[in-house]
């Protein structure tokens, strides 16, 4: 598995049996994870009091939210980040439309191979 040591990831994702799975294979890999956030609001309280290396969002929070204001958090501040859910081929947030996106359900080990590559480290 490729190596996230040393490196802070955000986790955005409101599934209370995946979150803590995604959160413990990126811990796995190395990684620091702040979160896993549950919302956008959440999320951006935690950007708020840190800067991770990267970022793992579910395009579909809590109570109906959308990623897109993390998203345009993250890319203000030239953090990169993969989408996850969503189809195939889908631009789900159209602002941010080259941003990578991993249709659910994905391979832990793609999502972990995208972050790395993301931040220099694939």
Not at 41 to 62: F, G, M, S
Not at 75 to 87: C, E, H, K, M, N
């Amino acid at each position: 598995m490729l190596s996230l040591a040393g490196r802070l990831i955000l986790l955005a994702e409101d599934d209370a049996l995946l979150a803590p799975l995604l959160a413990e294979m990126l811990a796995e890999a190395g990684a620091e994870v702040l979160g896993p956030a549950p919302s956008p609001a959440e999320a951006l309280a935690l950007l708020a009091r840190a800067r991770p290396d990267a970022a793992l969002i579910d395009l579909h929070l809590a109570g109906g939210m959308t990623a897109a204001p993390i998203a345009d958090a993250l890319a203000a501040r030239g953090i990169p980040f993969v989408l996850t859910g969503g189809a195939p081929g889908q631009t789900p947030l159209p602002a941010h439309p080259t941003a990578p996106l991993l249709p659910k359900p994905f391979a832990l080990e793609e999502a972990i191979s995208l972050l790395a590559a993301l931040i220099g480290r694939g």
